[in-house]
């Protein structure tokens, strides 16, 4: 597999994982609580907050570059790269939004590596 792909996926998935970090930013404000206590109507207030529609865009962009990377490397070798998401969400959940990780997310994001550097090596 080449380094273009490789940086291709890379580049996806960490637009996943901050598109997940801007929807749970947005969802989590308070005028987007408070939007969703009236109900489905408040739906599209949650939709038009700036963090979900950012979120959303890069969500967007990084399944356009995705189907870069369907076009260019086999499903089975690329799909396990996905798997880093898991991590990054974990890493940046902690360092952005103060969460805490338990050992028992810690130990499950290490089997995902485990699982994505066994995937990788059989290119």
């Known amino acids: 597999m080449n380094?273009?792909?490789i940086?291709?996926?890379l580049v996806?998935?960490?637009?996943?994982?901050?598109?997940?970090?801007?929807?749970k930013t947005g969802m989590s404000s308070?005028?987007?609580?408070?939007a969703l206590a009236d109900g489905p109507a408040g739906l599209l207030a949650a939709l038009l907050n700036p963090w979900v529609l950012g979120g959303l865009g890069l969500?967007?962009?990084?399944?356009?570059?995705?189907?870069?990377v369907l076009a260019r490397a086999d499903l089975s070798y690329a799909y396990p790269f996905v798997g880093?998401?898991?991590?990054l969400t974990l890493l940046f959940s902690v360092l952005v939004l103060g969460e805490t990780a338990s050992l028992s997310r810690v130990l499950g994001t290490?089997?995902?590596v485990a699982g994505v550097v066994l995937i990788s090596r059989t290119a």
């Open 110 to 112: 290490a089997l995902v």
């Open 3 to 5: 380094w273009q792909v």
């Open 84 to 87: 880093l998401g898991f991590v």
């Open 59 to 68: 969500y967007g962009l990084g399944a356009l570059l995705w189907l870069l």
């Open 12 to 23: 996806s998935v960490t637009l996943s994982t901050v598109a997940q970090l801007l929807l």
């Open 7 to 9: 940086a291709l996926i």
């Open 30 to 34: 308070s005028a987007v609580q408070a």
